[in-house]
């Protein structure tokens, strides 16, 4: 009679609490698969985008687009001289330097080793690799669509390799979009998760805007440039979450780069 009695109790109505957990437990499912869809989504998307931008490459039209806004930014009259006033151009030096191998090294070398003291040594390997394979993807497709750059006379910066994507809009957006949604976990409140995020998007824009503005690029080598970045970015992305999944042995609301203290990893 006692085994029924519990049998009963276990599988009898659910109390209020019960409700209110198994409530939360779906909403966290349901929040980590809508976000792994997203994540492929990203990365069809990205990758459907750079196709179709690789061939209006070769077609009139997209020459024509980057030619008119070439032409916006860099005015005939006065070709040497960018559109806007004298310091507008001071600003986009300063600032395109934020999506520079050797920026961007720095900063994963201080991301890296903070990884490492916090003993999240899979994070801060995948962070390393993230950047490498993004580095790895410039140049090869660098060197298999070999654009030229726009004509030296407009360039307000020295350039050494192909056009095509653009290398600065690529490594800005796998890094500081990694990086960006990899804090979020630091901030319960989805105000903060929104301005994390969103600044995270805002250096990546600035940095593909300015190697526009100083003529380094094409606008189709940014477009470009920002498509595989974001793809390679929830590549990564996917990968840490099915990493954790293996680890933790049930679906958690998933983050780039995700891994705890106790992994072991």
Same mark, same amino acid.
């Given at each position: 009679?006692?085994?029924?009695?519990?049998?009963?109790?276990?599988?009898?109505?659910?109390?209020?609490?019960?409700?209110?957990? @198994?409530?939360?437990?779906?909403?966290?499912?349901?929040?980590?698969?809508?976000?792994?869809?997203?994540?492929? @989504?990203?990365?069809? %998307?990205?990758?459907?985008?750079?196709?179709?931008?690789?061939?209006?490459?070769?077609?009139?039209?997209?020459?024509?687009?980057?030619?008119?806004?070439?032409?916006?930014?860099?005015?005939?009259?006065?070709?040497?001289?960018?559109?806007?006033?004298?310091?507008?151009?001071?600003?986009?030096?300063?600032?395109?330097?934020?999506?520079?191998?050797?920026?961007?090294?720095?900063?994963?070398?201080?991301?890296?080793?903070?990884?490492?003291?916090?003993?999240?040594?899979?994070?801060?390997?995948?962070?390393?690799?993230?950047?490498?394979?993004?580095?790895? %993807?410039?140049?090869?497709?660098?060197?298999?669509?070999?654009?030229?750059?726009?004509?030296?006379?407009?360039?307000?910066?020295?350039?050494?390799?192909?056009?095509?994507?653009?290398?600065?809009?690529?490594?800005?957006? +796998?890094?500081? %979009?990694?990086?960006?949604?990899?804090?979020?976990?630091?901030?319960?409140?989805?105000?903060?998760?929104?301005?994390?995020?969103? +600044?995270? +998007?805002?250096?990546?824009?600035?940095?593909?805007?300015?190697?526009?503005?100083?003529?380094?690029?094409?606008?189709?080598?940014? %477009?470009?440039?920002?498509?595989?970045?974001?793809?390679?970015?929830?590549?990564?992305?996917?990968?840490?979450?099915?990493?954790?999944?293996?680890?933790?042995?049930?679906?958690?609301?998933?983050?780039?780069?995700?891994?705890?203290?106790?992994?072991?990893?």
């Amino acid at each position: 009679m006692r085994g029924t009695s519990r049998k009963r109790d276990r599988f009898g109505p659910m109390t209020p609490d019960q409700i209110l957990a @198994f409530g939360r437990r779906a909403l966290r499912i349901a929040r980590t698969e809508i976000a792994a869809v997203s994540a492929l @989504f990203i990365v069809a %998307l990205g990758v459907m985008t750079f196709v179709e931008l690789a061939d209006d490459m070769t077609e009139a039209d997209g020459r024509a687009f980057d030619e008119a806004i070439l032409g916006a930014l860099r005015p005939e009259a006065t070709p040497g001289d960018p559109w806007g006033p004298g310091w507008l151009e001071t600003a986009a030096l300063d600032l395109t330097a934020l999506g520079g191998t050797a920026v961007l090294s720095l900063f994963a070398v201080i991301v890296t080793g903070f990884l490492i003291l916090q003993r999240k040594r899979l994070s801060a390997l995948l962070l390393a690799l993230g950047l490498i394979g993004g580095v790895a %993807l410039s140049e090869g497709l660098k060197a298999l669509f070999g654009r030229e750059r726009p004509p030296e006379m407009l360039r307000a910066v020295e350039t050494m390799s192909a056009s095509f994507p653009s290398g600065h809009s690529l490594l800005s957006a +796998v890094f500081y %979009l990694s990086i960006g949604v990899m804090l979020t976990r630091a901030f319960p409140e989805r105000h903060f998760k929104a301005y994390i995020i969103g +600044v995270a +998007v805002l250096l990546t824009l600035l940095v593909g805007l300015t190697r526009v503005y100083l003529a380094a690029h094409w606008a189709t080598d940014v %477009l470009a440039g920002w498509s595989v970045g974001a793809a390679w970015a929830m590549a990564l992305w996917l990968i840490a979450y099915a990493l954790q999944r293996r680890q933790q042995g049930h679906p958690q609301a998933p983050h780039v780069l995700p891994v705890d203290e106790d992994s072991g990893a």
